[in-house]
C-alpha cells in the first residue's frame, strides 16, 4: 500500500501554492485536491505536477508499506 510521507498540500501551501491558486493555473485538477486532502492516493500525472512543483522525487512523497505490516501494526 502506498501512504504520503508527508502532508502534501500543506507542502504546496508552504510554498505558496495554495488549494484555489492550483485550481486556478490548472495546476491540479479538483479530483486530485480532494484526493490529497482525504490522504487517497493521486494519479501519476498528478503526482509529476506535486514533484515539479515541489522540486521533489516521488520516493520524497510517497512510500510503499507492506499490507502485512499494517494488519499488524493493527492488531
Not at 24 to 53: D, F, P
Amino acid at each position: 500500500m502506498l501512504v504520503y510521507k508527508i502532508d502534501v498540500l500543506e507542502t504546496l501551501k508552504e510554498n505558496g501554492y495554495n488549494t484555489t491558486k492550483l485550481r486556478k493555473e490548472k495546476l491540479l485538477g479538483e479530483n486530485s485536491i480532494q484526493y490529497l486532502r482525504e490522504n487517497k492516493m493521486i494519479g501519476t500525472k498528478a503526482l509529476n505536477t506535486v514533484c515539479k512543483l515541489l522540486d521533489m522525487q516521488p520516493g520524497n512523497i510517497i512510500r510503499y508499506i507492506d499490507d502485512e505490516n499494517i494488519k499488524n501494526n493493527v492488531k
